[in-house]
């Protein structure tokens, strides 16, 4: 068993306030009856320390509530509870404690369960409603009548409220409680409710004993069957629930049933737990602290990577776990097949990677990461450990879109339904650790919990579940919370929707699904220098010269020409022009031959157009061009093209391969400025005016194969 009580500064002129609020609510008949706050008494019963039950244990510290925990340490006897009847075991530790307290005529005792239990008022409001029933003993009320619906008919009518006794929690003065459980004469998997339903069904003895019911959730509120009742209530710098139905504010939320998911979101908000105000206000709380830590001393970790599928950019998710913020020596990576051989060198290809962790005294946490998992913050590892979590999962969406790795709610057949707060989580609006229902693709789970609370290996496999589903059901009902974090920014998840890998380099194709990390592998790192005026030149007059592409983009874009193969005879007669004819041939592929001309034209707005409009004070493209596409030199094929003006309001002409190397020759000269340039650079584009001032020419290409990308935009 476990006391405790907590003080705080204000806690002297708060028991004073207490006594004149409950003088002036018991004046009725001409007498008057202070209560002291230190003669109220809150128990409970818990065999083991759960996340619930210290949940339960935080809500009463923060209102300074005295808790005393029958059972702690025991062997549960009461039966499966949350299937069936029982929980006779709490009236029998109710029983004995009790007998302690048989003449404490002034002492008011509450017992309420503690796994599905949040405290969300004070004692002075506990003790202040309780009077108000003029009753020696209160119980919560329901809409069900369990675990015999047959009793029903013996309940007293109810105008409005609810009907049927629960036993989850109940308030009174200790004779009274003292006098009932001595009644108890059964066994530990009898069920509780039935022997107190029996005894407030007796009209006698409910008279004798004083016992009334809280129809209305003044004080005890079960979620089961009331879910829609009850409303998150934000003040600027509090959070109650408010059962809208009957217009009041309970002390007490109980997640009876099946409702232990709605009452882990209200357990997000409750009490004080986040307030627009103060934002997270328990998060720093119970960190576990790593500096100063020597890299031997780190948590060891098995990181299991999961590829189950095609995924865009996957070598540079291997490139990324290189760069963890986490000694390798504490790591233990696997999964991975085809790791360059560095710091991940002959990794463990065991398939089941959980059960390495669960057989292994020495594995401190088990993190598992799914390849479609964009991790651009290195010390996730770190930040995770740190929240000293059994199960947390960093928060990662995809960019721009609502498609997360967490369910904020389940719907009535456990699948996807969105929260209250779904979106603000996912956006970043509020900002915490929170308790869903539903986390996928990346956690972080703690060894010891695998060996101890989840030690069977098929948590994974349910019946017409999904492994991810089966996992995070499983883990809930051993009563394990799954947390997300959204504190730090972790990364992105990518969308592998449209991956075809039919193509040579599907990766080309992404920019539309996963534009931040098509810009990480194709665009130049100095691209965005360009747009604060800065790492661009001016060759010509108004022909400016800027980095846009990476070698990598500039590569298998040209392989991708290539591999098609079908290359125009630079005629010109040309079957795949509107008017069958071209005025200024070349030997070249057009973008929408190899069905990239869409994801073009996207380039072209996200990354062309900015430019111009920065280079070209005044002028606003829309970016749309007809002709897109790959132009190749040879000496003995088309080594250069003649003067000539471009369809276009302004033409962008980028460089794929390497002078000097590549090819010899080549470049552009333009007639009216007599100005050349001889040297393109690999992945740098010429960006020039089209019609009227810029006539121009195609420069011999002398020896090798000269590849350049030219779009006419805005024709």
Same mark, same amino acid.
């Given at each position: 068993?476990?006391?405790?009580?907590?003080?705080?500064?204000?806690?002297?002129?708060?028991?004073?306030?207490?006594?004149?609020?409950?003088?002036?609510?018991?004046?009725?008949?001409?007498?008057?009856?202070?209560?002291?706050?230190?003669?109220?008494?809150?128990?409970?019963?818990?065999?083991?320390?759960?996340?619930?039950?210290?949940?339960?244990?935080?809500?009463?510290?923060?209102?300074?509530?005295?808790?005393?925990?029958?059972?702690?340490?025991?062997?549960?006897?009461?039966?499966?509870?949350?299937?069936?009847?029982?929980?006779?075991?709490?009236?029998?530790?109710?029983?004995?404690?009790?007998?302690?307290?048989?003449?404490?005529?002034?002492?008011?005792?509450?017992?309420?369960?503690?796994?599905?239990?949040?405290?969300?008022g004070s004692p002075i409001e506990l003790l202040w409603k309780f009077l108000q029933f003029k009753s020696k003993l209160v119980f919560s009320a329901e809409s069900f009548c369990w675990p015999e619906w047959s009793l029903a008919e013996k309940y007293p009518p109810v105008a409005v409220g609810k009907r049927f006794l629960n036993s989850g929690g109940f308030v009174g003065y200790a004779p009274t409680i003292n006098r009932i459980v001595q009644l108890w004469k059964y066994k530990d998997d009898d069920?509780?409710?039935?022997?107190?339903?029996?005894?407030?069904?007796?009209?006698?003895?409910?008279?004798?004993?004083?016992?009334?019911?809280?129809?209305?959730?003044?004080?005890?509120? =079960?979620?089961?069957?009331?879910?829609?009742?009850?409303?998150?209530?934000?003040?600027?710098?509090?959070?109650?629930?408010?059962?809208?139905?009957?217009?009041?504010?309970?002390?007490?939320?109980?997640?009876?049933?099946?409702?232990?998911?709605?009452?882990?979101?209200?357990?997000?908000?409750?009490?004080?737990?986040?307030?627009?105000?103060?934002?997270?206000?328990?998060?720093?709380?119970?960190?576990?602290?790593?500096?100063?830590?020597?890299?031997?001393?780190?948590?060891?970790?098995?990181?299991?990577?999961?590829?189950e599928q095609p995924t865009p950019f996957l070598p540079q998710f291997l490139k990324r776990l290189l760069t963890l913020d986490y000694p390798y020596s504490q790591l233990n990576p696997v999964g991975v097949d085809d790791l360059p051989q560095t710091e991940f060198a002959g990794l463990n290809k065991l398939g089941s990677r959980m059960d390495l962790c669960r057989q292994d005294p020495t594995c401190d946490y088990y993190f598992s990461l799914d390849a479609d998992v964009v991790v651009t913050n290195p010390e996730i590892l770190l930040i995770l450990i740190q929240e000293n979590k059994k199960v947390i999962a960093p928060m990662v969406s995809r960019h721009g879109k609502l498609w997360s790795n967490f369910w904020g709610a389940l719907s009535p057949d456990e699948y996807y339904a969105r929260s209250e707060d779904y979106v603000e989580l996912v956006q970043g609006k509020r900002i915490g650790v929170w308790n869903v229902p539903y986390i996928s693709q990346a956690y972080l789970l703690r060894g010891e919990t695998l060996r101890q609370e989840l030690p069977q290996r098929g948590i994974f496999t349910l019946e017409d579940t999904d492994p991810d589903m089966a996992f995070c059901k499983s883990v809930r009902e051993k009563g394990i919370f799954l947390h997300i974090s959204n504190r730090d920014d972790f990364g992105r998840l990518l969308s592998k929707a449209r991956y075809n890998t039919s193509r040579l380099h599907p990766d080309l194709w992404q920019i539309l699904e996963n534009p931040l990390d098509w810009q990480d592998k194709y665009i130049h790192e100095n691209y965005s220098q360009v747009l604060e005026g800065e790492n661009y030149e001016q060759p010509c007059p108004d022909v400016y010269w800027f980095p846009v592409f990476t070698d990598q983009m500039c590569d298998e874009l040209v392989e991708e020409a290539e591999h098609f193969g079908e290359w125009s005879g630079g005629k010109?007669?040309?079957?795949?022009?509107?008017?069958?004819?071209? =005025?200024?041939?070349?030997?070249?592929?057009?973008?929408?031959?190899?069905?990239?001309?869409?994801?073009?034209?996207?380039?072209?707005?996200?990354?062309?157009?900015?430019?111009?409009?920065?280079?070209?004070?005044?002028?606003?493209?829309?970016?749309?061009?007809?002709?897109?596409?790959?132009?190749?030199?040879?000496?003995d094929e088309q080594p250069s093209l003649r003067p000539h003006h471009d369809s276009s309001t302004f033409t962008i002409n980028v460089a794929l391969n390497h002078k000097g190397i590549d090819y010899e020759g080549g470049g552009c000269r333009f007639i009216r400025y007599n100005c050349k340039v001889e040297s393109p650079r690999k992945g740098w584009s010429l960006l020039h005016p089209g019609r009227l001032t810029h006539y121009h020419e195609g420069l011999p290409t002398t020896s090798g194969t000269r590849y350049i990308m030219v779009s006419f935009v805005d024709p």
């Amino acid at each position: 068993m476990e006391w405790w009580r907590i003080g705080f500064p204000g806690a002297p002129i708060a028991a004073l306030t207490l006594v004149t609020l409950l003088t002036a609510a018991a004046a009725g008949d001409g007498e008057q009856e202070a209560v002291d706050p230190g003669k109220l008494l809150v128990l409970t019963a818990a065999t083991d320390e759960t996340e619930g039950y210290h949940r339960f244990i935080r809500s009463a510290k923060y209102f300074n509530y005295t808790v005393k925990t029958l059972g702690l340490g025991e062997n549960w006897k009461g039966g499966d509870v949350a299937r069936t009847v029982g929980g006779g075991q709490k009236v029998r530790w109710l029983k004995a404690e009790m007998k302690k307290h048989a003449t404490a005529e002034d002492l008011i005792v509450m017992f309420v369960d503690s796994y599905d239990v949040i405290l969300a008022g004070s004692p002075i409001e506990l003790l202040w409603k309780f009077l108000q029933f003029k009753s020696k003993l209160v119980f919560s009320a329901e809409s069900f009548c369990w675990p015999e619906w047959s009793l029903a008919e013996k309940y007293p009518p109810v105008a409005v409220g609810k009907r049927f006794l629960n036993s989850g929690g109940f308030v009174g003065y200790a004779p009274t409680i003292n006098r009932i459980v001595q009644l108890w004469k059964y066994k530990d998997d009898d069920d509780d409710q039935l022997f107190y339903t029996r005894i407030y069904l007796d009209p006698a003895l409910r008279e004798k004993h004083g016992i009334s019911l809280d129809h209305k959730s003044r004080i005890f509120q =079960n979620l089961n069957g009331a879910i829609d009742e009850v409303v998150l209530k934000f003040e600027q710098s509090r959070v109650r629930a408010r059962n809208v139905a009957y217009d009041t504010l309970p002390v007490v939320i109980h997640g009876n049933g099946p409702t232990k998911l709605q009452l882990n979101y209200l357990g997000n908000y409750i009490p004080n737990v986040w307030t627009h105000a103060g934002g997270c206000e328990v998060c720093d709380e119970g960190l576990l602290g790593l500096s100063n830590v020597a890299d031997e001393s780190y948590p060891r970790i098995l990181l299991a990577v999961f590829i189950e599928q095609p995924t865009p950019f996957l070598p540079q998710f291997l490139k990324r776990l290189l760069t963890l913020d986490y000694p390798y020596s504490q790591l233990n990576p696997v999964g991975v097949d085809d790791l360059p051989q560095t710091e991940f060198a002959g990794l463990n290809k065991l398939g089941s990677r959980m059960d390495l962790c669960r057989q292994d005294p020495t594995c401190d946490y088990y993190f598992s990461l799914d390849a479609d998992v964009v991790v651009t913050n290195p010390e996730i590892l770190l930040i995770l450990i740190q929240e000293n979590k059994k199960v947390i999962a960093p928060m990662v969406s995809r960019h721009g879109k609502l498609w997360s790795n967490f369910w904020g709610a389940l719907s009535p057949d456990e699948y996807y339904a969105r929260s209250e707060d779904y979106v603000e989580l996912v956006q970043g609006k509020r900002i915490g650790v929170w308790n869903v229902p539903y986390i996928s693709q990346a956690y972080l789970l703690r060894g010891e919990t695998l060996r101890q609370e989840l030690p069977q290996r098929g948590i994974f496999t349910l019946e017409d579940t999904d492994p991810d589903m089966a996992f995070c059901k499983s883990v809930r009902e051993k009563g394990i919370f799954l947390h997300i974090s959204n504190r730090d920014d972790f990364g992105r998840l990518l969308s592998k929707a449209r991956y075809n890998t039919s193509r040579l380099h599907p990766d080309l194709w992404q920019i539309l699904e996963n534009p931040l990390d098509w810009q990480d592998k194709y665009i130049h790192e100095n691209y965005s220098q360009v747009l604060e005026g800065e790492n661009y030149e001016q060759p010509c007059p108004d022909v400016y010269w800027f980095p846009v592409f990476t070698d990598q983009m500039c590569d298998e874009l040209v392989e991708e020409a290539e591999h098609f193969g079908e290359w125009s005879g630079g005629k010109h007669e040309d079957t795949r022009l509107a008017g069958g004819y071209e =005025n200024v041939p070349t030997v070249d592929i057009h973008m929408n031959q190899i069905g990239f001309e869409k994801e073009w034209l996207t380039f072209l707005r996200e990354y062309i157009a900015p430019v111009t409009e920065k280079l070209y004070p005044g002028y606003y493209t829309k970016a749309r061009a007809i002709m897109n596409f790959m132009v190749r030199y040879r000496p003995d094929e088309q080594p250069s093209l003649r003067p000539h003006h471009d369809s276009s309001t302004f033409t962008i002409n980028v460089a794929l391969n390497h002078k000097g190397i590549d090819y010899e020759g080549g470049g552009c000269r333009f007639i009216r400025y007599n100005c050349k340039v001889e040297s393109p650079r690999k992945g740098w584009s010429l960006l020039h005016p089209g019609r009227l001032t810029h006539y121009h020419e195609g420069l011999p290409t002398t020896s090798g194969t000269r590849y350049i990308m030219v779009s006419f935009v805005d024709p």
